[in-house]
């Protein structure tokens, strides 16, 4: 017999965003990642002796009759783990240490962060439909009742950090201003400092994701994710049902889902790079003078299988995302995760200033995203929502729509957005946003502002200022039959996104 064991992280939203330093915020992050990459092989490998075993270097094969402890497959935060018995070697035994290390090492790497565990006994041979079934049921158990460790706070001779209200561990002077840090504060920027070193990372703080320096201060979170994924891996691996068959493919399965998405992230960022190079350029001819970010203001804060998520200057937000989607369904039928079935993913934008709490920026635009998704569960496309954050209020985004966005009990927002090309007849199309912000874009400011300021009064109040337009043509938009949204929402969704839009990526010019 053996042990089928798994482990999930938990808090790891918290732990990440929990800080208004970006450095600490994109650490954490790489701590996270690391966590089942890096330490859970090499601790297994400590404790039983044998060589380092990387799964996704043994996408195609099944279960190995030479490893005692081996990692069946990683992602989305989690990891599947078997041990068998071997000579003097017992599964239960070993299932105990590894997971006792295992622990250990998380606490000391990646404090905050919490790790359920759930173990079965199996013979790994016929078994692996109900296996995973009922070690997923105990995970859920686990989860619900799983307390994160909190650390001894301070005593009265210790200084306390002012942020994180743990004791102080080392003093940071790196930038002329002496800061007093935890430890884990520490280890974030310690993982940052050697990820950036790395990836030739030029971005320092948010100040750096700013285009007109001193003038422009709004940045953006990006946060996307792949439509239905749970399900379909679900639905796939149903007709398996012995573990030599289920192994090898969800093993392939997991490594195309990382290929198709990281692709995606990369091919999308590397030509957002190109771009911008071209753009700040150009900028500076028409601008003579004026001091620029020459640091590309973009910088990938997590990327693990459909998860993305990304920071960036927030005039370029929305253009991005909305490229990032379409390069996923670009992807080749080869490098497709489940073949002959399109890729799709949903995003959320959030556009803020820099100085509003991170941590609930995060928060928003998960939301968003889970908003964009909504329209995707009936049409298997990719859509897309945003919100532009003017306050410095706090409050989730169903009471943020409701409080500025109502009017005589109709939405004026047309949002989410579908970006779908195949989709281009589905309504609202993100096609129509984006020739329409180029065409309206020219337009006089005040008759811009007028328009959108009357759409927020209403119904009634929009259509008289459309009528005194005077020879000016708006873009023509469905006046959609609908009690619970104004007829000129669409309109308002490019108004309102107008002076912070830049379609880099679509290569259609500057929108203001």
């Known amino acids: 017999m053996g042990i089928l064991a798994v482990y999930d992280t938990v808090g790891i939203q918290n732990y990440i965003f929990s800080s208004n330093k970006m450095a600490e915020n994109v650490g954490a992050s790489k701590l996270v990642a690391d966590i089942f990459k890096e330490t859970l092989p090499k601790v297994i490998s400590e404790e039983t002796g044998e060589e380092l075993f990387y799964w996704k270097e043994h996408a195609a094969e099944a279960l190995s009759d030479k490893l005692t402890v081996e990692v069946i497959f990683q992602g989305g935060g989690n990891a599947y783990v078997k041990f068998i018995d071997k000579g003097s070697s017992k599964a239960g035994d070993l299932f105990q240490s590894v997971t006792r290390e295992f622990l250990t090492q998380v606490s000391l790497e990646a404090r905050g962060v919490g790790i359920a565990v759930a173990a079965i006994e199996t013979d790994f041979s016929d078994t692996y439909k ?50 007093f840090l935890s430890r884990d504060q520490e280890l974030k920027r310690k993982k940052y400092d050697k990820y950036k070193m790395k990836a030739q990372i030029e971005i320092e703080n948010f100040d750096d994701l700013a285009f007109d320096e001193g003038v422009d201060s709004l940045i953006a979170i990006i946060h996307a994710d792949g439509n239905n994924m749970g399900r379909r891996i679900i639905d796939y691996m149903e007709k398996f049902k012995t573990y030599n068959e289920a192994v090898p493919e969800i093993r392939r399965l997991s490594k195309k889902i990382d290929e198709c998405y990281g692709v995606a992230r990369e091919n999308t960022i590397s030509a957002f790079k190109e771009e911008y190079a071209r753009y700040l350029l150009a900028q500076k001819k028409k601008y003579p003078g004026k001091s620029f970010n020459e ?17 960036i200057c927030g005039r370029f937000a929305i253009d991005f995302a909305k490229n990032l989607l379409l390069e996923i369904e670009k992807t080749k039928e080869d490098n497709k995760p489940f073949p002959n079935d399109k890729p799709t993913a949903c995003a959320g934008v959030v556009i803020f200033n820099k100085n509003y709490p991170f941590s609930e920026a995060y928060k928003l635009v998960e939301e968003l995203c889970s908003s964009a998704k909504k329209p995707s569960r009936d049409n298997e496309g990719s859509y897309l929502d945003f919100h532009l954050h003017y306050s410095g209020g706090v409050s989730g985004l169903k009471k943020l729509r409701k409080l500025m966005y109502e009017v005589d009990g109709k939405t004026i927002l047309r949002r989410p957005w579908c970006v779908s090309k195949d989709m281009e007849n589905e309504t609202p199309n993100f096609k129509w946003f984006e020739e329409s912000i180029l065409k309206i874009a020219d337009m006089p400011h005040n008759k811009i502002k007028a328009i959108r300021n009357a759409i927020g009064a209403g119904d009634k109040a929009a259509k008289l200022a459309v009528n005194q337009l005077r020879g000016l043509k708006l873009p023509e938009f469905a006046l959609e039959p609908d009690e619970k949204r104004s007829s000129y929402a669409a309109l308002f969704d490019i108004l309102e996104m107008l002076d912070c839009y830049v379609n880099l990526l679509s290569k259609g010019g500057k929108s203001t």
Do not use: C, H, M, W
């Not at 640091?295 to 920071?311: A, M, S, V």
């Open 130 to 179: 109900s296996d995973f079934k009922k070690l997923n049921d105990r995970l859920a158990l686990a989860k619900g009742s799983l307390n994160i460790p909190v650390f001894a706070g301070n005593q009265p001779i210790t200084k306390q950090s002012g942020r994180t209200g743990l004791p102080v561990s080392v003093v940071d002077r790196r930038y002329n201003n002496d800061e």
């Open 295 to 311: 640091k590309t203001p973009i910088l990938e804060l997590i990327g693990d299988g459909d998860d993305t998520t990304i920071i």
